[in-house]
């Protein structure tokens, strides 16, 4: 047999691999060791015969198909390195002090040489397979203990790939399936490189911290942050974050190096494609635990994080209102159309305001796609509020106010009410509660450069609602 | 100087307004200021080129506008002027009309027989009948 040219049995027990590449089932070895077994003497480097003890006895029925249960006894054994060229079983050894169990990797789709690799006792083990799915052997127990009770876990990651890793326990022998299946993921479009630069605009800690993003799950505890900084998209922070859990990360996220890190916290379900969570549609889908700061007002309708608690937690949809057509110059007034001009009575003073203050207080509840910070007309008087508490009802305005104005004086907050500074302008960001139509005036002064004014009415929805006006030449 | 009462759509002028496109442009700077953009425009506007380098303007007053001067005696020249003119008791304003240079006499209580007068100037020019 070929499998006599590749090993030797030495006269001491010991069966080592000599040269050749093939790779031999324990089934194999063992027909081999027997075939010597019955020999009326010893020929060779293969000191085995009838004359010297039987090497080895399989448990359970002989089966080409089947992983075989091999033990290795009498004192004959094998070692690390011949154990490369042997699966499809396990092999026991030295009383059962030694185990080698057989791991085969299981699952479709596999992207072809995605490669595999097997971390035991929290380290990675030496590969000596090919890339694609493996049928090994690994050493499970050894000097009469379990090698961490057993345990291993294969991991496929490749950055570029979605991610897979499988448990597996090698108490048992035979030979443990572990299950790998990955595909190329269309939202990593940044190479290697490029993922690595974003370092320096991602910072990730570990730590408890109580976040809201405005929706109805209100404050919720997270037990790390990533923050964004420099402008970096949320679809860069994906990139990065997966990209310091390939194979080859050497990135320490909560103390455990890039290429085993699964989960922020032991009582999450991991997500084993993408441990930062995986982007589909446009959408990240960050894992449990995460919160994302600095995150750029346009990406907000692209997260979706878990909280602590297992909450689903989104950010409410936002709109924002973009006029163009206009110059500079311009001024542009926006705010809801009451069908004849514009509704001018959204609140009212629940008192005076005083001099040299800068609040005001509402009998009216703020509304909730009031922006945060913006323009607040109060008697026609145009100011702008830096901070608005919709709680007390309180604007704060830049600045203090210019008069008194009385208690019960109307007021409301135009979207837009400055002047433009180039083509087109846009509101401060809000909360999208529902749709409602938005009057717009444009207006240039001056002579000869004024233009005719522009009036209209549009609908605003979510996201970016653009209205372009048209502004003829005054002649 | 032009002030407007926004509250009452009234434009007060202390002067004559003998420069119709810079008195068009001052409406224009109005409409367009902070206060202004609160309430309806004031006027709309519209020039015919005579060709030569000369301009025919024409400005009138819109959504209930009004155009009110002190006490004293004033012009209003250089284009056409539609507008209500608020009697002022003392205040007497010559309005010129037209390319022709058509002249109307204010009397005391204001503007007379400007639309008889402004009927006969789009009929002698034929030129300004879309605006007005």
């Given at each position: 047999?070929?499998?006599?040219?590749?090993?030797?049995?030495?006269?001491?027990?010991?069966?080592?691999?000599?040269?050749?590449?093939?790779?031999?089932?324990?089934?194999?070895?063992?027909?081999?060791?027997?075939?010597?077994?019955?020999?009326?003497?010893?020929?060779?480097?293969?000191?085995?015969?009838?004359?010297?003890?039987?090497?080895?006895?399989?448990?359970?029925?002989?089966?080409?198909?089947?992983?075989?249960?091999?033990?290795?006894?009498?004192?004959?054994?094998?070692?690390?390195?011949?154990?490369?060229?042997?699966?499809?079983?396990?092999?026991?050894?030295?009383?059962?002090?030694?185990?080698?169990?057989?791991?085969?990797?299981?699952?479709?789709?596999?992207?072809?040489?995605?490669?595999?690799?097997?971390?035991?006792?929290?380290?990675?083990?030496?590969?000596?397979w090919a890339d694609g799915h493996i049928q090994i052997m690994v050493k499970g127990k050894t000097g009469g203990a379990l090698i961490d009770n057993g345990d291993i876990r294969a991991f496929s990651r490749k950055y570029g790939q979605t991610y897979a890793d499988f448990s597996a326990n090698l108490v048992a022998g035979g030979e443990q399936p572990v299950a790998i299946s990955t595909s190329v993921t269309d939202w990593t479009t940044l190479d290697e490189i490029g993922a690595a630069a974003l370092s320096a605009k991602i910072a990730i800690t570990v730590g408890d911290t109580t976040q809201t993003t405005g929706d109805a799950n209100g404050l919720k505890l997270y037990k790390g942050t990533i923050t964004l900084?420099?402008?970096?998209?949320?679809?860069?922070?994906?990139?990065?974050?997966?990209?310091?859990?390939?194979?080859?990360?050497?990135?320490?996220?909560?103390?455990?190096?890039?290429?085993?890190?699964?989960?922020?916290?032991?009582?999450?379900?991991?997500?084993?494609?993408?441990?930062?969570?995986?982007?589909?549609?446009?959408?990240?889908?960050?894992?449990?635990?995460?919160?994302?700061?600095?995150?750029?007002?346009?990406?907000?309708?692209?997260?979706?994080?878990?909280?602590?608690?297992?909450?689903?937690?989104?950010?409410?949809?936002?709109?924002?209102?973009?006029?163009?057509?206009?110059?500079?110059?311009?001024?542009?007034?926006?705010?809801?159309?009451?069908?004849?001009?514009?509704?001018?009575?959204?609140?009212?003073?629940?008192?005076?305001?005083?001099?040299?203050?800068?609040?005001?207080?509402?009998?009216?509840?703020?509304?909730?796609?009031?922006?945060?910070?913006?323009?607040?007309?109060?008697?026609?008087?145009?100011?702008?509020?830096?901070?608005?508490?919709?709680?007390?009802?309180?604007?704060?305005?830049?600045?203090?106010?210019?008069?008194?104005?009385?208690?019960?004086?109307?007021?409301?907050?135009?979207?837009?009410?400055?002047?433009?500074?180039?083509?087109?302008?846009?509101?401060?960001?809000?909360?999208?509660?529902?749709?409602?139509?938005?009057?717009?005036?444009?207006?240039?002064?001056?002579?000869?450069?004024?233009?005719?004014?522009?009036?209209?009415?549009?609908?605003?929805?979510?996201?970016?609602?653009?209205?372009?006006?048209?502004?003829?030449?005054?002649? | 100087?032009?002030?407007?009462?926004?509250?009452?759509?009234?434009?007060?002028?202390?002067?004559?307004?003998?420069?119709?496109?810079?008195?068009?442009?001052?409406?224009?700077?109005?409409?367009?200021?902070?206060?202004?953009?609160?309430?309806?425009?004031?006027?709309?506007?519209?020039?015919?080129?005579?060709?030569?380098?000369?301009?025919?303007?024409?400005?009138?007053?819109?959504?209930?506008?009004?155009?009110?001067?002190?006490?004293?005696?004033?012009?209003?020249?250089?284009?056409?002027?539609?507008?209500?003119?608020?009697?002022?008791?003392?205040?007497?304003?010559?309005?010129?009309?037209?390319?022709?240079?058509?002249?109307?006499?204010?009397?005391?209580?204001?503007?007379?027989?400007?639309?008889?007068?402004?009927?006969?100037?789009?009929?002698?020019?034929?030129?300004?009948?879309?605006?007005?």
């Amino acid at each position: 047999m070929a499998i006599g040219s590749d090993f030797e049995v030495q006269s001491n027990g010991n069966i080592r691999h000599l040269s050749g590449t093939t790779v031999y089932t324990v089934l194999q070895l063992h027909e081999w060791l027997q075939d010597l077994a019955d020999d009326a003497n010893a020929a060779g480097d293969d000191n085995v015969s009838i004359l010297t003890a039987n090497p080895s006895k399989l448990d359970g029925p002989r089966s080409a198909i089947k992983p075989m249960i091999l033990n290795l006894i009498n004192g004959f054994n094998i070692d690390d390195s011949a154990a490369q060229y042997i699966n499809f079983g396990s092999i026991s050894q030295d009383s059962g002090n030694v185990l080698y169990t057989g791991v085969k990797s299981i699952g479709s789709p596999l992207v072809a040489g995605s490669p595999v690799y097997i971390v035991q006792n929290a380290s990675k083990l030496t590969s000596y397979w090919a890339d694609g799915h493996i049928q090994i052997m690994v050493k499970g127990k050894t000097g009469g203990a379990l090698i961490d009770n057993g345990d291993i876990r294969a991991f496929s990651r490749k950055y570029g790939q979605t991610y897979a890793d499988f448990s597996a326990n090698l108490v048992a022998g035979g030979e443990q399936p572990v299950a790998i299946s990955t595909s190329v993921t269309d939202w990593t479009t940044l190479d290697e490189i490029g993922a690595a630069a974003l370092s320096a605009k991602i910072a990730i800690t570990v730590g408890d911290t109580t976040q809201t993003t405005g929706d109805a799950n209100g404050l919720k505890l997270y037990k790390g942050t990533i923050t964004l900084s420099g402008g970096c998209t949320v679809a860069e922070a994906a990139q990065y974050l997966q990209y310091i859990c390939r194979e080859a990360s050497t990135t320490t996220i909560n103390g455990e190096l890039g290429w085993k890190y699964r989960t922020l916290n032991a009582a999450y379900t991991p997500n084993a494609s993408a441990p930062f969570g995986i982007v589909a549609g446009g959408k990240w889908f960050v894992a449990q635990g995460w919160w994302i700061a600095g995150i750029l007002e346009a990406d907000k309708q692209k997260v979706q994080l878990v909280s602590h608690d297992g909450s689903t937690v989104t950010y409410p949809q936002s709109g924002q209102i973009a006029i163009s057509g206009v110059v500079s110059g311009t001024y542009v007034l926006v705010g809801r159309d009451s069908g004849t001009g514009f509704v001018t009575n959204e609140y009212t003073l629940s008192g005076a305001t005083t001099s040299g203050g800068n609040t005001c207080v509402m009998v009216e509840a703020i509304k909730n796609d009031t922006p945060d910070t913006g323009y607040l007309r109060v008697n026609g008087k145009p100011y702008t509020y830096t901070a608005v508490d919709r709680g007390t009802k309180t604007f704060t305005i830049s600045g203090t106010w210019g008069q008194v104005h009385a208690s019960s004086s109307p007021a409301w907050c135009p979207f837009i009410d400055t002047s433009a500074s180039s083509t087109s302008i846009s509101s401060a960001s809000f909360k999208y509660v529902s749709d409602f139509t938005a009057r717009v005036k444009a207006r240039k002064g001056g002579s000869p450069s004024s233009l005719q004014p522009a009036e209209a009415t549009f609908n605003v929805s979510t996201g970016t609602s653009a209205y372009g006006v048209i502004m003829n030449t005054d002649e | 100087v032009l002030t407007p009462d926004f509250a009452n759509k009234v434009i007060y002028s202390d002067s004559s307004i003998t420069d119709i496109i810079g008195f068009h442009g001052e409406l224009r700077s109005i409409e367009a200021s902070d206060s202004g953009m609160m309430y309806p425009t004031i006027h709309i506007y519209k020039q015919v080129d005579l060709g030569g380098g000369a301009l025919f303007p024409a400005i009138e007053f819109v959504n209930g506008w009004s155009l009110q001067f002190p006490a004293g005696n004033y012009l209003i020249s250089g284009g056409n002027l539609k507008a209500t003119i608020n009697p002022v008791a003392g205040c007497y304003v010559m309005q010129t009309q037209s390319a022709a240079y058509a002249v109307t006499v204010a009397g005391e209580s204001g503007v007379m027989d400007y639309t008889q007068q402004l009927d006969r100037i789009e009929n002698m020019t034929n030129l300004i009948p879309a605006v007005l």
